[in-house]
């Protein structure tokens, strides 16, 4: 056990919860287990990851304008620091300016910190985030 504790005693500890799904669990692995300690675990609900005491979580802007703000922001308001990682998904359109209002509600809440990106960039965020952690 304490050769266990030696080899990651200098590596941050990355949380993923068990609810996720399996593939992107073993891509979590993959990609982060020789740099990290990747454990995973029970977590709040809808929360992904967690190092330290930074929560994360992604969504896609589709599901954001589908999903009644109310009942968004009360999740949300319940989870502490929690970083909100907003994966582009739509095509421009009329959804977007009421999209853009919403994901600006969000970002103003003090517990909330969001981010817009690409699909290809989650993994190079997700990186950075928790270097920053």
Do not use: C, W
Request: aromatic share 6%.
């Amino acid at each position: 056990m304490k050769n266990y504790e030696k080899k990651y005693e200098k590596r941050k500890t990355l949380k993923v919860n068990e609810n996720n799904d399996i593939d992107s669990i073993i891509e979590i692995f993959q990609r982060f287990g020789s740099k990290y300690n990747v454990i995973t675990t029970t977590l709040d609900p809808n929360i992904q990851y967690q190092t330290n005491n930074l929560k994360i979580t992604q969504t896609h802007t589709s599901t954001i304008s589908k999903t009644d703000l109310k009942k968004m922001i009360k999740k949300l308001e319940k989870q502490g620091p929690i970083t909100l990682i907003i994966i582009e998904d739509l095509k421009k359109s009329n959804e977007n300016k009421d999209l853009n209002k919403k994901i600006k509600i969000l970002n103003n809440l003090e517990n909330v910190t969001t981010k817009r990106i690409q699909q290809k960039d989650a993994f190079k965020l997700l990186d950075k985030l928790i270097k920053e952690a």
